[in-house]
């Protein structure tokens, strides 16, 4: 059976097309695509909009109280976070802003 270089058997790029957007739409989708959100702190903290997403969030779990600092019981591992980022863009496809979150990982 053949295959893409990527190795996929059946790439989305074989049934896929862009012919018949729009002009509009095929705007609207290079002005959302232009952008990459990060996929960890790393990457995250070397942009300044994200950096300042970050204080923003940190500052939004101060200010409501989200936690507070407890000693962690004998024999228990605490639970770890993580930051998920977010590009929020208006309906003619420019940034609104960057949003960041810190998550637990409530599946540990």
């Not at 790439?11 to 990459?36: D, E, V, W």
Request: charged content about 20%; aromatic content about 10%; proline content about 6%.
């Amino acid at each position: 059976m053949p295959r893409s270089a990527s190795g996929t058997r059946y790439p989305l790029s074989h049934f896929l097309t862009y012919s018949r957007l729009s002009s509009a739409h095929c705007a609207f989708l290079a002005k959302i695509t232009g952008h990459t959100e990060p996929t960890s702190y790393a990457q995250a903290i070397l942009d300044p909009n994200w950096r300042h997403a970050m204080t923003v969030e940190l500052e939004a779990l101060q200010l409501n109280n989200t936690w507070s600092l407890v000693p962690l019981p004998a024999g228990h591992k605490p639970i770890g976070c993580k930051w998920v980022y977010k590009i929020k863009h208006r309906s003619d496809g420019t940034i609104e802003r960057y949003k960041a979150r810190l998550v637990a990982k409530g599946y540990t």
